[in-house]
Structure formats: structure tokens, C-alpha cells
């Protein structure tokens, strides 16, 4: 099977990244009517009563800024993987095109890289958050992600790969 062009593998993986994309707004549509039914649970909590809750959501729920803060977290998580995988979508539409070294390749390339960067520095934030807010209770595991970091630096290179090919392909189209 090709790589490349239409019926290829890359067209295969553009169709699911469609799928995900729209999945994303959904879930992006979700957390915003969680917030907004969250802070009007933090305006009336009496509206809460008739709801079996256990004893580790009821807690959550006396604390609305907590409940808060933890759905737009998510809310921002999810608009970050939603930029991801718009950028991977037009990426995989040039390589369906048959043309993987396009220039704006290089800068889609590169907002995925601090995209990426910027959802782990703000899970470190949400941990410390979460530990300064809610001490005592079960946090999960902290500390510094060579995977996520490791991530990062290989969108970066492969930027200045695509970059050094869009070069490449310009001086080609030059020559006679």
C-alpha cells in the first residue's frame, strides 16, 4: 500500500484524524456545559440534593472552585489535543495531496511542538493545583515525563526536517 496520494495510508489516517477532530468538539461542547452546570451548582448546591453521590463526590462538590478548576482543566486539555490534531489534519492533507514538504508544513509542525510542550507544563500546574487545593488526598503520580519531553524535541527535528525538504524542493523546482 502507498504512503502517499489519495487511497493511501496517509488518507486512511486523515479520515480517522477527522473522526477524532469532530469527536474533540463534542467532548469540548461537553465540558463547557459541565462548567456552566457547575457554576450554577456553586450558586445553588441545594439544587444537588435528590443525587446519590459517594462520600469523595460529595466532597468534590462542596468545593465548586475546585470542581471548577478540574473541568476547565479538562476543558483546556482537550482544546489543546483539539489543536494537535487540526495541524496533524492539514499535515496529512498535504501527504494525501502528495505533497508531504509543503512550507506551511514547518509551521504546523512546530505549533504541535509547543502545543505538546504547553500540555505538559500545564499538567505540572494542575498537579501542584491539585496538591496545594486538595491536600491529603490520592495524587497522581508527579514528576518530570522524558516521554512528553522526548515528544516534544522529535516534532521540533522532524520541523526542521520538513523545513530543510520544502529547501530542497524549492532549489529543485529552480533548476533546469
Excluded: C
Excluded at 98 to 108: A, E, K, L
Amino acid at each position: 500500500m502507498r504512503a502517499l496520494g489519495p487511497g493511501s495510508v496517509s488518507s486512511f489516517l486523515k479520515t480517522i484524524l477527522d473522526v477524532v477532530f469532530y469527536a474533540l468538539w463534542v467532548g469540548l461542547g461537553v465540558s463547557g456545559l459541565l462548567l456552566f452546570a457547575a457554576l450554577l451548582l456553586s450558586f445553588n448546591p441545594d439544587l444537588i440534593g435528590d443525587i446519590a453521590l459517594s462520600a469523595g463526590e460529595s466532597e468534590l462538590l462542596a468545593k465548586p472552585p475546585v470542581l471548577l478548576g478540574a473541568i476547565l482543566a479538562v476543558g483546556l486539555y482537550l482544546a489543546g489535543v483539539l489543536v494537535i490534531v487540526a495541524r496533524l489534519r492539514q499535515i496529512f492533507a498535504t501527504l494525501t495531496a502528495g505533497d508531504p514538504f509543503h512550507p506551511d508544513n514547518v509551521r504546523r509542525l512546530r505549533v504541535i511542538g509547543l502545543t505538546l510542550a504547553a500540555l505538559e507544563l500545564g499538567r505540572y500546574g494542575f498537579q501542584i493545583l491539585s496538591a496545594w487545593l486538595l491536600p491529603g488526598r490520592n495524587q497522581v503520580e508527579s514528576g518530570l515525563s522524558l516521554t512528553a519531553w522526548f515528544s516534544v524535541l522529535v516534532v521540533f527535528v522532524l520541523a526542521e526536517v520538513f523545513r530543510e525538504g520544502a529547501r530542497l524542493r524549492r532549489e529543485a523546482e529552480l533548476t533546469i
